[in-house]
DNA sequence: GATGAATGAGACTTCATTCAT
DNA sequence: AATGAATGAAGTCTCATTCAT
């Protein structure tokens, strides 16, 4: 809903800022942020070339901002699941949704495991932390459900579901299956079910 | 060991074009194959630029002359564990190379799982392919260990462990922390152990 | 001293364009007309980008806007030195002032002088003229002294006094040594002193 | 002369570098390093635009070569001046060579004295320092001839000379006038002859 | 076969200037 | 008058690939 008070350029500004790090996050996610030019996500956004740099000083600010995008959408993610009563409920409704996305997945892998995994080869930028910072935040959602569940370990069974998680995404695009996604994400429900039972 | 059957001249040309593939092999790995320049590969394998082409046609022969490398591993690998009499102890034997190579994991990831990642994202050349044949390689021989094991569904307890070797792989590269290839590593040996108990 | 009978807006109007030709006098100076952006001039005199462009319609516009800022200091100077009674006195004064700017000249040579060298490398816009023009009014003013100090060929002695000058700041600038400033100076001094001792 | 045993390519890469060096030194002395191009010195070499960073890494080497290439002009200059058998003459037939360019020094300044004031206003790079050693090298040639000529305080008069000889240049590139460099090259010519006279 | 050099397309980035409000 | 945003032409630099010897 547009806020009629601002002036009609801010708003523009505002959503064209936004339009650039919806691509970014997009186009990265396709094609990698090494093969992804910035040109790619001009067009993508409709936004003339040399513009994009009124909103990002360089390319890698681009990627960090995709990269935020794509914390926010763990954000919201997690939001929504923090509405379920159960802290089981709310794990699975996590693999559901990873399942949910396995077209996806199977095309371009997991976008914040795959762009982590790029960055991660480079020396300098810090982007690999930053990529990492979101990673975390994933694993510590998933460590506090652990821990409403009273588990042993949750700190633990966290990298192990979201290792599963960022493994089956992997698996799943080099082999281009969606079926990896499905079994393994049957198996991990059911896990998740198990526990507790003793 | 070389055979002096062959000219001199083949015998160093094939050494110049091994040099190039580990070169290319290694730098890869450490550094994607987008970011690795004919120049890197060429420099560290003390090979003139304008020579690498008489081995390689183009950017992307060389890369799969990487991807075969590391295949060229995977199978030296997994000779060495079949002379294993165990099937679990074949298995174990793979996840503690796993965890032996940990340091390397978290520096630059899995060299087979991140260039399969990275190729994943094109659309063209078919190298995509060329690596999930990598990956499907080390399933199959998985998926024999637990077949032998009389485990039932033996093709998915191959993607679960290969999986969660992927995924510990890329948490230990995102987050810079070897501790998550000790722990996964541990987990799942007893996972191992504690099969076929029932 | 503002004048109450100007409307404000016309005061700080003014007050805005002096902020910029002080700026751009300034970073032109330090950085090259060529090194410096509209963008630089804008944020030194907190003026916003495009409002720059209300008064001076050209970057070069604002280049000529500078060196007529240095003209300005140049009559202000002569105006104080004027005020000394005797023109040997006048132009050790300006010596002396030479000499007293000496950290400047080692940083960033004479404002004027390597304002009219850097204008003298274009073929188009006139700036180099102007530039020209400044330098004249600085040797028609010495001149002036050795003509009231009844020296012969006094154009010449002007050359000679202004040339040391630029060539004294030139070489502490590029030798980033202000003992050149002081040991010319006083080289100087004592040639004015000299003078007409017959 | 080309010697025959060097490769025709060896002769024209190192031929091609040459050319690249001698335009750049050109073409820089007379639109100062900022407004030069690559693509300027490229075409002025005859050489492709891409071919210049095999033999130049950055723009900046391309400016440091051209330096470079004044310097030994400059040596070459002190050479031929070391064959005339005495000092004081060496010191007259510099001053000579200077008037002679004054055509160039008229509408591009000193090649050197305008490239290290242009260099001084950076804040990186330590061109500037290159710069200020090509010019010491001149000081110290002209102070080894005062002190051969037994004159007290030669550096402080190797300072003065050089000096004067920017000065000169500078002020007959603002004014656009030769007269300038004719007029202060007579007086200084009349200087070294009556030093010593005492 | 071998190799230093050449080529050209294209990437990122900067910036003077203009525009819309 | 004021201003954040827009534009597009350049400029520097990289690099896969090809060429000439």
Redesign the interface.
């Known amino acids: 809903m547009t806020d009629s008070k601002e002036p009609a350029r801010a708003r523009a500004a505002g959503a064209k800022r936004q339009r650039l790090v919806e691509a970014a996050a997009d186009i990265v996610h396709?094609?990698?942020a090494?093969?992804t030019t910035i040109a790619d996500i001009a067009r993508a956004a409709e936004v003339p070339v040399g513009n994009v740099y009124y909103y990002f000083k360089t390319k890698d600010e681009l990627v960090s901002a995709a990269l935020s995008e794509h914390e926010r959408h763990l954000n919201l993610l997690i939001g929504r699941l923090n509405r379920l009563p159960d802290p089981r409920e709310r794990l699975k409704g996590l693999i559901e949704g990873w399942v949910g996305q396995r077209d996806l997945a199977v095309?371009?892998?997991c976008p914040t495991?795959?762009l982590?995994?790029?960055l991660?080869?480079?020396d300098q930028g810090g982007l690999?932390i930053e990529?990492?910072r979101v990673?975390?935040l994933l694993?510590t959602w998933v460590e506090e459900q652990f821990r409403q569940l009273d588990q042993p370990d949750p700190e633990?069974l966290a990298?192990?579901l979201?290792?599963?998680?960022?493994?089956?995404s992997?698996?799943a695009?080099?082999?281009?299956d969606p079926a990896?996604m499905e079994?393994?994400g049957a198996?991990l429900t059911a896990w998740i079910d198990s526990l507790g039972a003793a």
Chains 1, 2, 3, 4 share one sequence.
């Open positions: 396709r094609q990698g090494e093969r095309r371009y892998g495991g795959t982590a995994a790029e991660a080869k480079r690999d990529a990492g990673i975390r694993l633990s990298l192990t979201v290792g599963a998680y960022q493994g089956m992997l698996l695009n080099a082999l281009r990896v079994r393994e198996r």
